[in-house]
């Protein structure tokens, strides 16, 4: 597979490019990056130093993938980086930053979907198969599990931990963990149930899909501590591993995780 680089592009010396990539008008790459077979870079773009990309990715117009961290602690000698799984998409002004911190990577996994105009700040870490919709924004150190979903225009707090399969609906502001197989949603947000649908579509089993419903009553409708809900849930169903995830994702939380708004009832 040939690789094909318009006339306009720029690529540096220091450049990798896999076989078969495409790098279309006036796009950029810069010196020690590494693209990896098969990925398509569209016009306009700007792949920075320190990023290292595997293989299928799809980059749209004008997105900025690897640029410095938007921290004023930031020194610019530093080698920090970006690395990116395979078959992720990028659409049109995408912006994803390079970690700070010495040594330190922004992280993102594989077969995930960005949206136009999504942000990913530096030192995030984003699991894999998960949807960014249209102009959601993660800040440093934001943590995005496998399988979940964040609507469009929902900014992220800096240190919030968004749970494997979960869902955060659009136009929605949250300030704690997000714990697995939730929904959330509101300004401020809440709780909103679980996401059944998500679960059903990867084929978790029903008997699991409803041991996480019974774990999101107990935990926030039972009027026991967390402690003791937890401790209840996991006595209950802990040898499914949605449960165990559930558990541990919430004992591990440095940060609280989301509590129902009063206005909210049993989803």
Known sequence: MSVEIHPTAIVSDGATIGEGVRIGPYSRVERDVVIGVGCVLESHVLIDRNTTMGEGNFIGHGAVLGSPPQDKKFDPESKTGLILGNNNSFREYCTVNRATGHEADTIIGSGNMFMTTCHIGHNCKVGDETVLSNFAMLA????????????????????????????????????????????????????????????????????????????????????????????????ESGEIEEIRLLVDFIRHSKIGILRPRSDRGID
Do not use: C
């Open 140 to 235: 440093g150190h934001v943590e995005v599990q496998d399988w979940a979903i964040i609507g469009g225009m929902v900014p992220i707090p800096q240190f919030t931990r968004i749970g494997k399969g979960s869902y955060l609906g659009g136009f929605s502001a949250i300030r704690l963990d997000l714990p697995p197989f939730f929904r959330a949603a509101g300004f401020p947000g809440g709780p909103a149930g679980i996401n059944r649908v998500g679960m059903e579509r990867r084929g978790v089993p029903e008997e699991s899909i409803r041991a996480v419903h019974r774990a999101y009553k107990t935990l926030y409708f039972s009027k026991l501590t967390q402690e003791q809900a937890l401790e209840k849930i996991a006595g």
